[in-house]
């Protein structure tokens, strides 16, 4: 009876030294393209790991060259539509320089959050990107300290803590009030989103500001979740609290989606009465009936861009910093 075939998976480097008839050292060096052997004897070694079917291990690989090709990306919620074109131009250009993306959903929950950030230390990833992360500084801080290499999406921080890739929201957010006063809007009220929000903080930075260059104030400011659920209740308060606003500038697109919903049920038109504006450019924001105007982000250029940045960082822990995307203002029917 012949010997049954020895399962793909058990296929070693000392096995296919055998077949060569080298050391499991010259093997090593040729299938990891460091040199070290003729070409006669490189050719013998990959036919003898073609025909063996040989497959290396990974994370065997990651542990002998202290590298695991992998990156984490965290989001704080995948349903959010913001977050899929990040994480697509994230894992475009991981894919393009031979790295795997694991991607972890934080549910908007700090302390999620900072479980996986251990968690992907555990992993041994070469580096993490947090996006729109939502602890607090001293705690984010410490959680990042022990990797690698760290990029914060719409987060600032200190060199020695990471690289940023920051939305320029109060320009943003400057640019929105601006919009809405030329259009003849006095009565603007915010709907501001998360309040541990970074990116939230800087636009009504923005929006205080650019109000009181035109001699202005907001007629109300209400914090809410980044969803349609959140902009519609905080809306429904805006309506019920101050009556007479002609102006909604939303934290987000989301949010705006949520206002929309509030208006109609009050017998609100958009933009007869109250004008409206987003924050992002979601796929859905031009498909509305009005359309949303909105203050555009590249989103997928954020990925990549912090791809890039990480993998500087990974590479020659230099100290290449900060990277600013200012939005652009995309004005549609609600305005």
Request: hydrophobic letters at 40%.
């Amino acid at each position: 009876m012949s010997r049954p075939k020895e399962p793909e998976s058990k296929i070693t480097i000392a096995d296919v030294a055998r077949a060569a008839g080298v050391s499991p050292m010259t093997v090593s060096r040729v299938l990891n393209d460091r040199g070290g052997a003729s070409a006669e004897t490189s050719q013998r070694i990959i036919l003898a790991a073609s025909e063996l079917n040989y497959r290396p291990n990974p994370f065997a690989r990651g542990l002998r060259s202290d590298r695991s090709k992998a990156i984490g990306l965290l989001v704080p919620d995948i349903t959010n539509p913001f977050f899929p074109e990040v994480i697509r131009g994230a894992e475009d250009a991981a894919s393009a320089a031979g790295y795997n993306l694991l991607l972890s959903n934080v549910v908007e929950n700090s302390k999620r959050e900072e479980e996986l950030i251990e968690t992907l230390l555990r992993h041994r990833v070469d580096g993490i990107i947090v996006c729109s992360p939502r602890l607090p500084d001293a705690a984010l801080h410490k959680a990042l300290a022990p990797h690698r290499a760290v990029v914060l999406i719409n987060r600032e921080a200190p060199n020695e803590v990471a690289g940023t890739i920051v939305t320029d929201y109060e320009t943003g957010a400057s640019r929105a009030i601006d919009h809405l006063v030329e259009r003849g809007r006095r009565r603007i009220a915010i709907i501001a989103g998360p309040r541990s929000s970074f990116g939230g903080k800087s636009r009504l930075v923005g929006f205080r500001k650019t109000l009181a260059a035109h001699g202005l104030k907001a007629q109300g400011i209400v914090y809410c979740d980044p969803t349609a659920a959140g902009g519609q209740t905080a809306a429904a308060q805006l309506l019920a609290e101050t009556p007479g606003i002609d102006a909604l500038v939303c934290y987000n697109d989301l949010n705006a989606i949520g206002a929309m919903k509030a208006c109609r049920a009050a017998g609100v038109s958009i933009p007869g009465q109250i004008a409206l504006i987003g924050f992002d450019d979601i796929p859905t924001a031009e498909l509305l009936s009005p359309a949303l105007t909105t203050l555009r982000v590249q989103k997928r250029e954020m990925g990549e861009e912090a791809v890039r940045l990480l993998l500087s960082r990974i590479a020659t822990r230099n100290r290449q910093h900060g990277i600013v995307i200012v939005p652009e203002l995309i004005v549609r029917e609600t305005t």
